[in-house]
C-alpha cells in the first residue's frame, strides 16, 4: 500500500486551491565511503579518502497547497547523477506510485569537492573513480529517499517567507577575463558584481510560529577544501548547515537537529571561496589576468591556485562557512515577507545536442558534446595538468599528433565548437561506453511567488542571470504577478560540466572549454525554459521528451577485495597507540590514535567513528559533547597499505593491512572546563569474512581555562 495516508491527513486543514501551504522537512546521513573510495570533483585520482571532516546530509522539504505537492532536496553530494536521480525516482514509485515523481521532485547538490565518488554511469565522470562504487551510490540514493519520507511524514500546515540580502565577501569571479567579455551594457546592469552576491532565503514556520527551517540559495564553489585533501567533508556549505542548525537547535548533535537549515548553490560555475585571488606558487604574484599562468612556466596551471581568506584548507572553509551562516542567520531573522502562491512544476527531457536556435540572426543548432584544451587546465580552485593553460585558443602540434592517431573527429564538430580547440569530442566518442549525457533534465519548481530554474549543469554568473531574466519576463507577459521571482538553481537532477554566456564561451576560460554543447547551449536552455515558463503561465503541458539511455550495470565496481585487519603484536582492535595529554588549555588541539580497523568495512551511517564526552558529575556519567560530523573534529585513518610501495610488507600483505585510527579534537577556545575522554568506534574485518564492532576509549584528561578567557561555550 502507497504511504499517502498523512498527507490525506493534512489535506483536510488545507482549502484547496487558496494558496495554504503545508512543509515538511527531513534530514538523513549520506556520508559515503570514508577510506579507500576517490573524493570527487577535482578529477584526481590520487585524492582517496582517508577519514572524515565533516559528514554529508541529505535535507529535504517537502511542499502542498492543498492542490500540488512537491519535493526539494539539497544534498552534500558533489553532483547529482542521471544513475542517482533514476533510482530515486524508482525507490520513491515503489513507496508512492506515482505521487513523487520527475515532474515534482528537485534533486540539487551542493557540489563538495571532498565528497566520495562513484555514483556515476556515464564514462567520462567516472573514469577517475576508476569504476562504480555501489557502496556510496547505494547510501545517496538511500538517503535522499529517506529524507524525503520523513519530510512527507513530517508535513504540516505552515508559513513560509522569503529575505535576500547581498553576501559580499562570499565569493569572488575565478574568470573575470570571460566575465567581462559579456556585452558592455549588461555588465553595467550589474555594477560591479561580477558574482552573483545576493542570498535568497526561505525560512518556514509551523501554526504556532515555530521555527521548522530554512533553505538558503547563494552561489559559490564548495572548494574550500583543496585537492590535496583525504578527509570526507561538506566543505564550506556544510559548515553554513551546522553553524545555523546549531544556532536554532542548542546543544543539539549534528543529524539529530528538528530545524534544518540547508545551503544550496544558485549560479556558482565562476564564483570561487578563493576570495584572495589566485597567486603564483612561488613568487605570490597574482597569476596572469587571461591565462591563469605564472612566469616560470605559462604551460604549467599548477603553480597558479585559488587563494581562500586566511590560506589554509580548514580555516578557508570555517571562514566561508561561516559568512554564509551569518548572513543566513540575519535575514532568518529578520524575514518577513510572506511567500504567497501555489506549488507548481514542470519538467521535461531534452537531447542537449540537437536543439535549433537562432543567434545573431542566424539559424544554427547546439553541438554534440566535446571538451576544449583549457578543460584540462582546470579551473584555478584546483588546478590541472601542463602542457595546457586557460584560454587556450589555439591547438598544440604535440597534442594534435598524438590525438590524431586516436582519434578523429569529424569537420562538423570542430565548426560548431569553434572557437573551441577540441580536445576530447565526447560526442562522437563511441567507446568504451557513452562519455557525457546528451538528453537532459530541465525542471520548473513554484514555491508560491519563487520559480526555481533548475538545470543540470554548472551555470556561470551571467548565464544564470539570462535565464532567470527570460524566464520572469515569459511569467510576468502571461499573466503571472510582477512580484514573482525567479532563481536558477546550478547542478540539478543531472550532470553535464558547465554552461556559460556566449561571449564567454570565446575566450575559452576553464568554464567555456568545459561548454559541453557549444556556444549556443545557453540560447536553447534559455528557448526551452521560456517554453516551460510559458506552460506553466497559462496551465499547460510540455513534452516529457525521450529519457536518456540507461547505464546502470554497465560499469564494473571500482574497489577491490576487501582485506582483513590485522594488529601489531600484542594489541587489540581499540587500543590506545598514542595517548592524549593529562591537561589542555582552551583552544589546545587533543590528539590520539587507536589500532583499528578499515572504516570500509561499515559507513556508521548515523552513528559516529568518534564521541569526546565529558564528564558529568552530577548525574555521574559521561555525555557526548561531539562527534565526527563536527567541524571541531577530525577523524583520520592510516594504513600500512598506503605508505609501502608494495604489498609485501609485514603489516601490509595482498590480504591484510594494519590500521591506526587518529582523532584530533580543536578545543574551542570558550568549551567548558572539565574532565574528557575520546572514544573510538569501528569495525574490523576477520578471516571468516565477517566484521566485528569494537571500541577504545583514551585516557581521561582535563581543559582548564585559559586566562584570558572568562566565557564558557556549553551544549
Excluded at 230 to 248: C, F, P, T, W
Excluded at 415 to 435: D, M, N, R, S, V
Aim: with cysteine; glycine share 8%.
Amino acid at each position: 500500500m502507497y504511504r499517502l495516508v498523512g498527507l490525506s491527513l493534512v489535506l483536510l486543514f488545507l482549502s484547496p486551491g487558496t494558496g495554504s501551504l503545508s512543509v515538511g522537512r527531513g534530514i538523513t546521513d549520506i556520508t559515503g565511503m570514508a577510506s579507500e573510495g576517490a573524493l570527487y570533483g577535482y578529477a584526481t585520482p590520487s585524492q582517496d579518502a582517508r577519514g572524515i571532516h565533516l559528514r554529508q546530509y541529505s535535507r529535504a522539504f517537502v511542499f502542498s497547497d492543498g492542490v500540488k505537492t512537491a519535493a526539494l532536496v539539497v544534498a552534500e553530494v558533489t553532483m547529482i547523477s542521471q544513475a542517482v536521480h533514476k533510482t530515486v525516482m524508482e525507490k520513491l514509485y515503489d513507496l508512492y506510485g506515482g505521487f513523487f515523481n520527475e515532474d515534482n521532485v528537485m534533486l540539487s547538490a551542493t557540489h563538495s569537492h571532498s565528497a566520495p565518488g562513484g555514483y556515476h554511469t556515464f564514462w567520462m565522470y567516472q573514469a577517475v573513480t576508476l569504476g562504480f562504487i555501489n557502496v556510496t551510490f547505494d547510501r545517496v540514493v538511500d538517503g535522499i529517499v529517506e529524507s524525503i519520507q520523513l519530510a512527507y511524514d513530517d508535513l504540516q500546515p505552515a508559513t513560509a517567507y522569503i529575505n535576500s540580502g547581498l553576501l559580499l565577501d562570499g565569493n569572488i569571479n575565478r574568470s573575470p577575463y570571460a566575465y567581462y567579455n559579456n556585452p558592455q551594457e549588461e555588465i553595467d546592469e550589474y555594477g560591479d558584481q561580477d558574482t552573483d552576491k545576493t542570498m535568497v532565503l526561505l525560512k518556514f514556520q509551523d501554526t504556532a510560529a515555530q521555527d521548522i527551517g530554512l533553505i538558503s540559495f547563494y552561489a559559490v564553489h564548495t572548494t574550500s577544501m583543496k585537492n590535496y585533501n583525504h578527509l570526507v567533508s561538506s566543505d564550506n556549505k556544510g559548515i553554513a548547515s551546522q553553524l545555523m542548525e546549531r544556532y536554532l537547535n542548542p546543544g543539539v548533535l549534528p543529524g539529530q537537529v528538528g530545524v534544518l537549515a540547508a545551503f544550496t548553490q544558485t549560479s556558482e560555475g565562476d564564483a570561487s571561496p578563493n576570495t584572495n585571488g589566485e597567486k603564483c606558487a612561488t613568487t605570490n604574484e597574482f597569476c596572469s589576468y587571461n591565462t591563469s599562468t605564472c612566469p616560470e612556466n605559462h604551460n604549467d596551471p599548477r603553480l597558479c591556485t585559488g587563494r581562500g581568506p586566511a590560506e589554509e584548507q580548514f580555516q578557508d572553509t570555517m571562514i566561508i562557512g561561516e559568512r554564509q551562516y551569518l548572513k543566513a542567520k540575519e535575514l532568518f531573522d529578520s524575514a518577513v515577507n510572506v511567500l504567497d502562491g501555489p506549488v507548481d512544476f514542470r519538467f521535461q527531457w531534452v537531447n542537449m545536442s540537437s536543439v535549433p536556435v537562432i543567434q545573431d540572426g542566424v539559424e544554427t543548432t547546439t553541438c554534440k558534446g566535446a571538451m576544449g584544451y583549457s578543460m584540462a587546465a582546470g579551473a584555478t580552485d584546483g588546478p590541472g595538468v601542463p602542457p595546457f593553460h586557460q584560454a587556450m585558443l589555439e591547438t598544440l602540434d604535440g597534442v594534435e599528433s598524438i590525438l590524431g592517431r586516436v582519434l578523429n573527429m569529424s569537420d562538423e564538430l570542430i565548426a560548431c565548437h569553434a572557437p573551441k580547440p577540441i580536445l576530447f569530442p565526447t560526442g562522437e566518442f563511441e567507446g568504451p561506453w557513452q562519455w557525457q549525457p546528451d538528453i537532459l533534465p530541465l525542471q520548473l519548481l513554484r514555491i508560491g511567488n519563487l520559480v526555481l530554474i533548475g538545470v543540470g549543469a554548472e551555470v556561470t554568473t551571467m548565464a544564470g542571470r539570462r535565464l532567470q531574466k527570460a524566464v520572469k519576463e515569459t511569467l510576468i507577459a502571461n499573466g503571472f504577478p510582477s512580484t514573482i521571482e525567479t532563481l536558477t538553481v546550478a547542478l540539478v537532477n543531472a550532470f553535464s560540466s558547465y554552461l556559460t554566456t556566449f561571449e564567454e564561451y570565446q575566450v575559452q576560460r576553464y568554464e567555456g572549454a568545459s561548454n559541453t554543447f557549444g556556444p549556443n547551449a545557453l540560447q536553447a536552455y534559455t528557448n526551452l525554459f521560456q517554453s516551460m515558463a510559458l506552460a506553466m503561465a497559462t496551465g499547460g503541458s510540455v513534452d516529457r521528451g525521450e529519457e536518456p539511455i540507461d547505464f546502470r550495470g554497465v560499469p564494473d565496481d571500482a574497489l577491490g577485495r576487501f582485506k582483513v585487519d590485522s594488529l601489531p603484536a600484542g594489541a587489540a582492535f581499540g587500543d590506545v597507540l598514542e595517548d592524549v595529554e593529562p591537561t589542555y588549555s582552551q583552544g589546545d588541539r587533543v590528539s590520539v590514535s587507536f589500532a583499528a580497523g578499515n572504516p570500509r568495512n561499515d559507513l556508521m551511517t548515523g552513528r559516529t567513528f568518534l564521541e569526546v564526552q565529558q564528564w558529568d558529575a552530577t548525574n555521574s556519567q559521561w555525555t557526548v559533547k561531539f562527534i565526527d560530523a563536527d567541524h571541531e573534529t577530525q577523524f583520520h585513518w592510516t594504513s600500512a597499505c598506503l605508505t609501502v610501495p608494495d604489498e609485501d610488507a609485514e603489516n601490509c600483505t595482498r590480504w591484510r593491512q594494519e590500521s591506526t585510527a587518529t582523532i584530533l579534537w580543536d578545543i574551542p577556545v570558550a568549551q567548558e572546563p572539565g574532565h574528557y575522554r575520546i572514544v573510538h568506534y569501528g569495525n574490523a574485518r576477520q578471516p571468516e569474512g565477517v566484521s566485528i564492532p569494537y571500541s577504545g576509549v583514551s585516557g581521561e584528561f582535563d581543559v582548564i581555562a585559559r586566562k584570558e578567557s572568562r566565557r564558557y561555550w556549553k551544549r
